[in-house]
């Protein structure tokens, strides 16, 4: 703290600590200023003192001008599932990181802080407003005011370390393998929020074929090394092709993506691009691409002398999301 020496009277605040009302009620019971405490709440005990100046130069710490104070943030029966807090101070927020990061809550935080990531590549995004979300898991996700996608993310089961330095919330997330660490360094927090959230409902995925042809478009080995697609949705007489490959004997093959079970109706729309083309005097491959078959399309597929490649719809979706994490590593 600088005063000047010209200056009668200065006064400052000291953070003592925090204490979790209700998480440790021995500590509660027994500390040293005697006061009386709410049961349940997040408390902040700060020294208020003020400093004066005589005029022989020398500098008094009165006892009249000593007074503890005790702030409750956060007053709550159900503390250990949700804490929430509006612009709080950072001694205030540090400790709500460290009662939601040891027992696992989900905690949203929005204020003003810059990003650095270090890893695989080197990123950095100066101080700006942003969203923070670190869930039980571990998973997190910082987003900027705009935009769909997080600016940065570090997977589940990521590790966290917070701290104060330099007037500064400092929040470290990183992971051992492959080793990577974003820093988020907070001037201020604007809402900070832990809550103990539940969700045990099953995730059903609904896709499309589009999907699937993106995938493979991308990464056409998924379904056959050396597969060169020439052409997506090529329309002939019979329909429309999915896509349009050449293998590596230089044979056209016809592929046909199905996001569910393929039935017979299926092999057949195959089978009659596959005998189109071939009138030409091509030779021609015809694969259907799909989860699974009926028996009954399997028999016709055997007997109509065309291939079956399973896949399922979550090798096409790891694939998108593997080259999402490539780009990521590319504009870091």
Same mark, same amino acid.
């Given at each position: ?206 896709? %499309? &074929? !589009?999907?699937?042809? #993106? ?7 998924? /379904?056959?090394?050396?597969? *060169?697609? +020439? %052409? &997506? !949705?090529?329309?002939? #007489? ?7 490959? /050449?293998?590596?004997?230089? *044979?056209? +093959?016809?592929? !046909? ?76």
């Amino acid at each position: 703290m600088l005063f000047s020496a010209h200056s009668l009277e200065t006064s400052s605040s000291i953070f003592l600590g925090s204490y979790v009302l209700g998480k440790r009620p021995t500590c509660i019971k027994s500390h040293p200023f005697g006061l009386e405490l709410p049961q349940f709440g997040l408390a902040v005990l700060e020294l208020n003192f003020t400093l004066t100046h005589s005029p022989q130069g020398h500098i008094n710490l009165e006892s009249q001008y000593l007074k503890v104070t005790l702030r409750i943030v956060y007053s709550d029966r159900n503390l250990s599932s949700r804490i929430t807090l509006e612009k709080p101070s950072l001694e205030e927020s540090l400790e709500v990181f460290k009662l939601g990061i040891s027992n696992r809550r989900t905690i949203i935080v929005v204020g003003e802080c810059r990003i650095d990531y270090f890893g695989r590549g080197h990123s950095e995004l100066d101080y700006g407003d942003r969203v923070v979300m670190i869930k039980s898991d571990g998973a997190l996700m910082i987003h900027r005011p705009f935009g769909l996608e997080p600016v940065n993310w570090q997977p589940l089961g990521s590790m966290y370390r917070v701290y104060i330095e330099n007037g500064n919330l400092i929040v470290e997330a990183y992971r051992r393998s492959p080793e990577e660490k974003i820093i988020m360094t907070f001037k201020r927090i604007l809402f900070l929020t832990s809550l103990s959230l539940k969700d045990d409902a099953s995730f059903r995925l609904y896709t %499309s &074929e !589009e999907v699937m042809k #993106k995938a493979f478009i991308k990464r056409p080995e998924i /379904v056959e090394k050396g597969l *060169r697609v +020439v %052409s &997506e !949705e090529k329309k002939i #007489k019979s329909g429309l092709v999915d896509c349009l490959c /050449v293998d590596l004997n230089g *044979r056209i +093959v016809v592929l !046909e993506f199905k996001r569910n079970r393929a039935g017979v109706d299926a092999v057949e729309q195959l089978s009659n691009y596959v005998q189109e083309l071939r009138a030409g005097g091509s030779e021609v491959r015809g694969v259907l691409v799909a989860p699974s078959l009926t028996r009954e399309a399997y028999d016709k597929l055997k007997s109509l002398k065309l291939e079956f490649k399973r896949l399922s719809v979550e090798k096409f979706i790891e694939v998108l999301e593997s080259i999402r994490e490539r780009l990521r590593f590319q504009t870091s």
